[in-house]
């Protein structure tokens, strides 16, 4: 958020069909890979314009081993790689 309370304005920042993207699929299933090769796989929340991200309903894959960790916040120069689990809802 902004220092006036709202929301940072994404336009300014984002590609029109990304957004729309974004908009139409934020209850999807996905995997996000981050730095280190560690992988969290859950529902894609919200995210900003520094690509920080909101995921809930968090699981951290390890090999065989899988940690439910709930909801967390991402930064975003820690994503690597982010993938649609679901099929993706075309605009």
């Known amino acids: 958020m902004s220092r006036s309370g709202q929301p940072p304005d994404l336009k300014k920042y984002m590609d029109k069909q990304l957004q729309n993207f974004f908009s139409f699929n934020l209850k999807l299933l996905f995997s996000v890979k981050l730095n280190a090769n560690r992988v969290v ?3 894609l929340r919200g995210f900003d314009q520094f690509m920080n991200l909101v995921i809930d309903n968090t699981v ?3 090999g065989n081993e899988k940690n439910d ?3 967390v916040v991402i930064r975003g120069n820690s994503v ?3 993938e649609a689990l679901e099929p993706v809802a075309r605009t």
């Open 41 to 43: 796989v859950g529902t």
């Open 80 to 82: 690597v790689m982010i």
């Open 69 to 71: 960790i709930g909801m």
């Open 60 to 62: 951290e894959v390890n």
